[in-house]
């Protein structure tokens, strides 16, 4: 069965950094791309970013370019994102999710809220 | 960027009726949109992608049409579980994938 667990989630001020973890199980998690996608509090869902299986090609909405960095660690099964330079706007629950387009898995969600 | 508008905002309908949702793309997205359910607390659900092919286990009353700018997701009954905000996302020209803003359907 596949199964997305995300983490690291909590409270940040603005400026500040978090790193997102997504731990990974039920399936061959280095032949499958990931994304992460988050979701305002009462709001859409919006695309954050992309990873290929191999880690070697990225892709990053306009929004959160230059601030924040997806990694993957294979060996280990696990997906993380640097959040740095958080800003108010970034407080939303962010969402884990496995393939290139079509997302037919997705983790439950952390939340990160960015508030002074 | 390819922008996804949803119609209407809220659907108000009793349970056993007969639901249309609309989604309509900026610009042609041939067939690549998909169809996401969510309920509060819940993360996505993948219903249609293909923009007509049911993902596995999905009932068949949920049912993806359209394509090109013009989309439609039907519900033919609607059942107690059904009541959730669904979302459209096009795949066709990415980065970014984007979703339109969501319809609610909601008990009459």
């Known amino acids: 069965e596949v199964e997305l667990v995300e983490s690291g989630g909590g409270l940040v001020q603005p400026g500040g950094s978090l790193r997102l973890s997504c731990a990974a199980s039920?399936?061959?998690?280095?032949?499958?791309?990931m994304n992460w996608f988050r979701q305002a509090p009462g709001k859409g869902l919006e695309w954050v970013s992309y990873?290929?299986?191999?880690?070697?090609?990225?892709y990053y909405a306009d929004s959160v370019k230059g601030r924040f960095t997806l990694s993957r660690d294979n060996a280990n099964n696990s997906l993380y994102l640097q959040m740095n330079s958080l800003r108010v706007e970034d407080t939303a629950v962010y969402y884990c999710a496995r393939d290139y387009d079509v997302i037919h898995f997705w983790g439950q969600g952390t939340l990160v809220a960015v508030s002074s | 960027e390819i922008v996804m508008t949803q119609s209407p905002a809220t659907l108000s309908v009793s349970p056993g009726a007969r639901a249309t949702l609309s989604c309509r793309a900026s610009?042609?997205?041939?067939?690549?949109l998909a169809w996401y359910q969510q309920k509060p607390g819940q993360a996505p659900r993948l219903l249609v992608y293909?923009?007509?092919l049911r993902a596995s286990g999905i009932p068949a009353r949920f049912s993806g049409s359209g394509s090109g700018t013009e989309f439609t997701l039907t519900i033919s009954s609607l059942q107690s579980e059904d009541f959730a905000v669904y979302y459209c996302?096009?795949?066709?020209?990415?980065?970014?994938?984007?979703f339109g803003g969501g319809t609610k359907v909601e008990l009459k």
């Open positions: 996302q096009q795949y066709n020209d990415w980065p970014p994938l984007t």
């Open positions: 990873i290929s299986g191999s880690g070697n090609t990225k």
């Open positions: 039920g399936f061959t998690f280095s032949s499958y791309e």
């Open positions: 610009q042609s997205v041939n067939s690549n």
């Open positions: 293909g923009a007509s």
